[in-house]
């Protein structure tokens, strides 16, 4: 299960937010829609569509306020496809967002608990919600035990971080998430506040090789080398200020925050028994997507 810290953040972020990042990911031509059918090996919606049609049980594992969930069931045959939505903390928002599609079922569940009850399904999306449990690799497990033969599952989680960003993340986080809402909004407000400035400059600047920092020699937007390499100070200026502070608050506020690397994730397909189809890393996480084959027993 999540500690009652990430839970509360997670209700408290979906709670004051029901509609935050919706319409953005269901817009093909956003930053934040391109990314996920980026990562997950899409070129377009029509990719993502073509995927999902023979696809009859689709789960949403941490649906969030079901904005993907809404993405997922908008791409997928609308006749004939199944969705379950499930989260921890906010399955009641995602069932009021989601109230005028048919077909899809919104439910309160824990990924560390028994999950067996909702049945198998042809494709599992779980993505930034692993790193937030406290055991990722058992949750990861527990999903791909509800795979149905020839199931695929599609997750993404956070990538371990250069070394002077991993530590300001820490060091922040664990000032941050003793904070109420109001007050760690407060703080993110003025993280916030630096991403932006920094955006605003458009400075692009050349970077030497640092192997000592881990840093990647290239030609890097100033924002964005602060962002890969020190501190998230996340800015899109297609969002509003408020939602690019709830972006910096859910990344500081939960304790659960765990980061990965790529042999490890690979790792929890490889004991799950799943060959895996599809890799994407970037600077800020791993993306995998793998299936179960016919002949491989449930785990």
């Given at each position: 299960?999540?500690?009652?810290?990430?839970?509360?953040?997670?209700?408290?972020?979906?709670?004051?937010?029901?509609?935050?990042?919706?319409?953005?990911?269901?817009?093909?031509?956003?930053?934040?829609?391109?990314?996920?059918?980026?990562?997950?090996?899409?070129?377009?919606?029509?990719?993502?569509?073509?995927?999902?049609?023979?696809?009859?049980?689709?789960?949403?594992?941490?649906c969030g306020n079901g904005r993907v969930t809404a993405l997922?069931?908008?791409?997928?045959?609308?006749?004939?496809?199944?969705?379950?939505?499930?989260?921890?903390?906010?399955?009641?928002?995602?069932?009021?967002?989601?109230?005028?599609?048919?077909?899809?079922?919104?439910?309160?569940?824990?990924?560390?608990?028994?999950?067996?009850?909702?049945?198998?399904?042809?494709?599992?999306?779980?993505?930034?919600?692993?790193?937030?449990?406290?055991?990722?690799?058992?949750?990861?497990?527990?999903?791909?035990?509800?795979?149905?033969?020839?199931?695929?599952?599609?997750?993404?989680?956070?990538?371990?971080?250069?070394?002077?960003?991993?530590?300001?993340?820490?060091?922040?986080?664990?000032?941050?998430?003793?904070?109420?809402?109001?007050?760690?909004?407060?703080?993110?407000?003025?993280?916030?506040?630096?991403?932006?400035?920094?955006?605003?400059?458009?400075?692009?600047?050349?970077?030497?090789?640092?192997?000592?920092?881990?840093?990647?020699?290239?030609?890097?937007?100033?924002?964005?080398?602060?962002?890969?390499?020190?501190?998230?100070?996340?800015?899109?200026?297609?969002?509003?200020?408020?939602?690019?502070?709830?972006?910096?608050?859910?990344?500081?506020?939960?304790?659960?925050?765990?980061?990965?690397?790529?042999?490890?994730?690979?790792?929890?397909?490889?004991?799950?028994?799943?060959?895996?189809?599809?890799?994407?890393?970037?600077?800020?996480?791993?993306?995998?997507?793998g299936r179960r084959t016919c002949h491989e027993e449930r785990?």
């Open positions: 299960m999540s500690s009652s810290n990430t839970k509360k953040t997670f209700q408290d972020k979906w709670e004051n937010n029901a509609r935050s990042f919706f319409a953005e990911t269901l817009n093909e031509q956003s930053e934040i829609c391109r990314w996920i059918l980026q990562r997950n090996g899409f070129n377009d919606g029509q990719a993502l569509r073509e995927y999902l049609m023979d696809k009859r049980r689709i789960l949403d594992a941490g997922l069931k908008e791409h997928s045959a609308p006749e004939r496809t199944e969705i379950v939505a499930i989260d921890v903390a906010a399955a009641h928002i995602a069932e009021q967002n989601l109230r005028q599609y048919e077909r899809i079922t919104c439910l309160q569940r824990d990924l560390l608990n028994d999950l067996t009850d909702l049945g198998s399904f042809d494709f599992i999306y779980c993505q930034e919600v692993l790193h937030h449990t406290l055991d990722p690799r058992q949750a990861f497990l527990n999903l791909c035990g509800l795979l149905s033969p020839d199931g695929e599952i599609a997750i993404y989680v956070y990538k371990k971080k250069a070394p002077v960003r991993e530590f300001v993340d820490d060091y922040v986080r664990e000032r941050l998430s003793i904070l109420s809402y109001p007050e760690a909004m407060a703080s993110c407000r003025q993280i916030t506040e630096l991403g932006k400035k920094l955006s605003e400059l458009k400075i692009t600047i050349d970077i030497p090789r640092i192997d000592i920092l881990e840093i990647e020699a290239g030609e890097y937007d100033l924002q964005r080398f602060i962002y890969h390499f020190f501190a998230k100070c996340y800015w899109n200026p297609e969002l509003s200020y408020h939602d690019n502070t709830v972006v910096n608050y859910d990344w500081y506020h939960p304790q659960e925050c765990s980061r990965h690397e790529l042999q490890e994730v690979r790792g929890w397909f490889e004991d799950a028994g799943l060959q895996i189809l599809h890799e994407y890393v970037d600077f800020y996480g791993i993306t995998l997507r785990k």
